[in-house]
């Protein structure tokens, strides 16, 4: 069971990692992330913290204020822990911009990329824009016999969010100080 877990999150990562730039972008037809995500690299390395784009979309919710007066200066300096929800989480454009701490629910969870990905796990990545699904086999969704989105798919969905933007070539639990099973149970236990 283990083995076909890993090879599921494997798949997902996979997949998502070729199709991330479009999902962070609000209208990737018309207005693509610039710098663009895909360097032609084949590497990762520019991505994550390393980006201007993705760092905003990584910094957590609480000292997203703080970033965006010195987004160069803050993004090293800034500690990302499993703890502290990042800003891909709200919506908004970019996502957390209207966030308010004293309505901190107030958007949480429908940031654009976290939905888009939603979509891509689930029902199929010709779906994750908004469009009809064009795929030749059953969706995820269907062949698991999903009837409702759980607590565990959204932060299934957070978990691959984070790992898709980040600058990690492989899956790892741990990226720095960040913790992947603790953002899993995180996210989990405030739903």
């Known amino acids: 069971m283990e083995s076909a877990i890993l090879g599921t999150r494997s798949d997902d990562s996979t997949h998502l990692k070729l199709q991330i730039g479009k999902y962070v972008a609000l209208n990737p037809a018309k207005d693509p992330v610039s710098p663009p995500i895909d360097d032609g690299s084949g590497q990762r390395t520019h991505m994550g913290i390393n980006h201007p784009v993705l760092a905003r979309f990584l910094c957590p919710i609480g000292e997203i204020v703080k970033f965006e007066d010195d987004p160069k200066m803050q993004a090293g300096k800034i500690e990302l822990t499993a703890d502290a929800f990042p800003a891909f989480l709200w919506k908004g454009d970019p996502p957390g911009a209207d966030y308010n701490p004293e309505k901190m629910m107030d958007g949480f969870l429908e940031g654009f990329t976290l939905e888009r990905t939603m979509r891509h796990i689930f029902t199929g990545p010709s ?14 969704a269907i062949l698991h016999d999903m009837t409702a989105v759980e607590a565990a798919h959204i932060a299934y969905g957070c978990v691959q969010v984070r790992f898709g933007i980040s600058s990690k070539n492989i899956w790892t639990e741990v990226d720095g100080d960040f913790k992947y099973r603790d953002f899993y149970r995180n996210i989990v236990e405030f739903i």
Do not use: E, F, V
Request: charged share 5%.
């Open 127 to 140: 779906t994750a824009l908004g469009t009809q699904s064009c795929g030749t086999r059953p969706c995820n």
